[in-house]
């Protein structure tokens, strides 16, 4: 069945690439690109799946570097897939370094980021928007791959091997074009079969007609900033520059055309084939399309009088008019340098009775130095150990954070004359400042059917090989009550690549829930389910993380180095936080 399944695929395939009949929509070919000895052209970049333009010339190999361009529904390209991550694997300690491209106008920056975390690639993966690195090089099809020497030069072009082609399967390959010129430049030698044909998937050069025209400011755009970024493009929030206005966005537009188009703002980073999310940020294609629109016909006002009415924000938060806010006593001097532990703070409540949290925010005075915070609700008579802490979180923020809202007839009980822990961890910026964080709540009048309760199951024991682009630890905890899934929140540092969480039933059942396949340090994202999920008492719920502590991440303090678990930002976690419900007692 699967070598049938392939065959029609492949068959497909070729219907795409030899058509019965030339047509003017027929996609534009490619001249040659580079000839064979060529440099590397010397502005050639694409984006890394967070977002991040890198260069070429800083992702080569000390001996060679492979370009092997993909596509997401390429039959071929998936096919050769596992053969790409073994020869990486197999040529990695000799100084070869392989980088996946994918250039279909088609493929977005989430879509790609999900296709290679399915596919467990250990290497870099770009995205070449405008396909300007596919036309530089010659390529027009997938799988071919590119392989330049460690001076930078074109040494190969062409197929992997000649085991697959559209119309045919062998049963081994009979000529290993790409692992015959690595080992020819591995050993100082010239490439004797230096170019080869590609057959496979034909790139897709022209992008989605959204077919809209006529677009405006007032009516089409202001409505979509309000409802998806003005909570953080907003005087004194997050964001780098604010949207409220016209002329905030207009003197922006192209930017702000780019970002969306790519799929990088709003950050969301779930995959949209596991879960819906009640605070889903990301914009749907009408939305893309309405602003790009906007931007390619002269980004033009419109009239005044189809604007929406601005909304009316509540200082520091997203929440609107909350019922409380709190603050720690005194602010916290943060030193210019040096590396902080963490500070904890307790305030005691005055609300002279038990209150139900609907609602809960965390705002930072100077989100510039602080990396995280956490309150902890400590009842009368109970410690502080780490115990009681973790079992008893009410609310974090993290960059990215926006307002945490329970579903309806489920809230977190603070009890009457109960402490409020706040742990609060700095990272000095080089200039020596204050923070003073605020919380804002909103109670329930009654008290709720369910009691919310939002803890962690963390992995104390990982330990991240040096060195190691794709390293895997997997963690898991049982419910012992029957209870409903709420929220799920991923935590990891600087090195950490990917997180999937998945939930065994009691009855054998497995679903992942969330996949995050391109975890982004900066926006660290808690997913609240559209609809709570039933969790009976026996379900397990695994997490699976992965780390990049190769060279490769951008962000990787110290790649030689293993990591453990540790506090501090240039060490990791394996934080796998959840919330949720069960009956009130």
């Known amino acids: 069945m699967t070598d049938l399944r392939t065959r029609l695929l492949l068959g497909l395939c070729a219907l795409t690439l030899f058509p019965l009949a030339a047509t003017a929509s027929m996609p534009r070919a490619v001249d040659d690109g580079l000839t064979m000895g060529a440099p590397m052209p010397r502005r050639a ?186 909570a953080c493009h907003r005087p004194g929030q997050i964001g780098p520059f604010p949207l409220m206005s016209y002329k905030d966005a207009a003197s922006r537009s192209r930017m702000i055309a780019e970002v969306v188009e790519q799929r990088r703002m709003p950050p969301w980073h779930a995959d949209s084939r596991f879960g819906t999310f009640a605070n889903d940020r990301s914009l749907s294609e009408d939305e893309i399309a309405t602003i790009t629109t906007w931007v390619a016909e002269g980004a033009k006002k419109g009239s005044t009088a189809d604007a929406p009415p601005p909304v009316e924000w509540t200082e520091g938060f997203t929440m609107k008019n909350p019922d409380s806010i709190l603050s720690i006593p005194e602010p916290m001097e943060v030193p210019a340098e040096g590396v902080l532990e963490y500070q904890y703070v307790t305030t005691v409540t005055d609300y002279g009775k038990d209150v139900w949290v609907q609602g809960v925010e965390l705002s930072p005075g100077n989100p510039s130095v602080l990396h995280h915070a956490l309150v902890y609700i400590i009842p009368p008579g109970r410690s502080t150990s780490l115990f009681n802490r973790l079992s008893s979180a009410l609310v974090n923020w993290v960059p990215g954070s926006m307002a945490k809202v329970n579903p309806p007839n489920s809230a977190t009980k603070i009890p009457e004359g109960a402490s409020l822990l706040w742990e609060l961890h700095y990272t000095p910026n080089g200039t020596a400042t204050t923070d003073k964080p605020l919380m804002a709540l909103d109670f329930t009048d009654e008290p709720p059917e369910r009691e919310t309760r939002f803890t962690i199951f963390a992995d104390f024991r990982i330990n991240v090989a040096a060195n190691d682009p794709h390293h895997v630890e997997e963690h898991t905890m049982r419910f012992r009550n029957d209870a409903r899934l709420v929220s799920l929140r991923p935590h990891m540092h600087l090195r950490g690549k990917s997180w999937t969480y998945q939930v065994t039933f009691p009855d054998g059942r497995n679903e992942v829930l969330l996949s995050v396949p391109n975890w982004d340090f900066n926006w660290q994202t808690e997913y609240f389910f559209t609809e709570p999920i039933d969790v009976p008492k026996g379900t397990v719920l695994s997490s699976r993380a992965i780390w990049d502590n190769s060279a490769d991440n951008p962000l990787n303090p110290d790649p030689a180095v293993s990591v453990r678990y540790g506090r501090q930002s240039f060490e990791e976690m394996m934080n796998g936080w959840v919330k949720y419900d069960r009956v009130r007692e």
Request: aromatic letters at 6%.
């Open 45 to 230: 970049s694409a984006r890394d799946l967070r977002g991040n333009q890198r260069a070429l010339r800083e992702l080569t190999g000390e001996k060679a570097t492979v370009l092997a361009f993909l596509g997401i529904d390429c039959p071929l390209a998936n096919l050769y897939t596992p053969r790409l991550i073994s020869l990486e694997a197999r040529y990695r300690e000799q100084g070869v370094r392989f980088l996946a491209i994918y250039s279909n106008e088609t493929e977005t920056l989430p879509a790609v980021a999900a296709h290679t975390h399915d596919k467990g690639m250990p290497f870099v993966v770009l995205r070449d928007f405008g396909q300007r690195l596919a036309d530089q090089l010659g390529v027009d099809r997938t799988p071919e791959v590119v392989v330049f020497d460690n001076t930078g030069h074109l040494r190969y072009r062409g197929r992997i091997d000649d085991q697959y082609s559209v119309a045919s399967r062998k049963a081994a390959a009979s000529n290993d074009d790409l692992a015959n010129a690595l080992n020819e430049l591995v050993a100082g030698k010239r490439v004797t079969v230096a170019e080869t044909v590609c057959d496979g998937c034909l790139l897709q050069r022209t992008p989605l007609d959204p077919g809209m025209e006529g677009i405006t400011f007032s009516r089409d755009v202001e409505p979509i900033l309000q409802e998806r970024c003005q």
